[in-house]
């Protein structure tokens, strides 16, 4: 059974860091496309960042240079650094996993729960 699970969401400050955690297990890890999405209040889920199975990255234009994914393989995790929060990052992140990397949510088939990122102004 696959499973992922998202840790390290949090309320801080405008300006503030925040490093997001998704542990997977039940999937060989470096042998999927991984992927962090975000839903925003009222808004619809939406693209953050991907891996592709060989490892390119692939960023939402939307996050700019903010956002900076990376991934332990020894540790089947993924992490999402965020860097001078705003409170327009105000969301729900989840992580995701899939066959093939991609920006739409139909690409992947497993989920988390979501963890949930609170930015203050």
């Known amino acids: 059974q696959v499973q992922l699970v998202e840790s390290g969401g949090g309320l801080v400050q405008a300006g503030g860091s925040l490093r997001l955690s998704c542990a997977v297990s039940?999937?060989?890890?470096?042998?999927?496309?991984m992927a962090w999405f975000r839903r925003a209040p009222g808004k619809e889920r939406e693209f953050v960042a991907a891996?592709?199975?060989?490892?390119?990255?692939t960023y939402s234009e939307v996050v700019g240079g903010r956002f900076t994914i990376s991934r332990d393989n020894a540790k089947n995790t993924m992490y999402l650094q965020i860097d001078t929060l705003k409170p327009e990052d105000t969301a729900v992140y989840y992580c995701?996993?899939?066959?093939?990397?991609?920006?739409?949510?139909?690409?992947?088939?497993?989920w988390g729960q979501g963890t949930q990122v609170t930015v203050s102004s």
């Open positions: 039940g999937r060989t890890f470096s042998r999927y496309a």
């Open positions: 995701a996993t899939g066959p093939v990397a991609g920006m739409g949510v139909s690409e992947y088939d497993y």
């Open positions: 891996f592709s199975r060989n490892g390119l990255i």
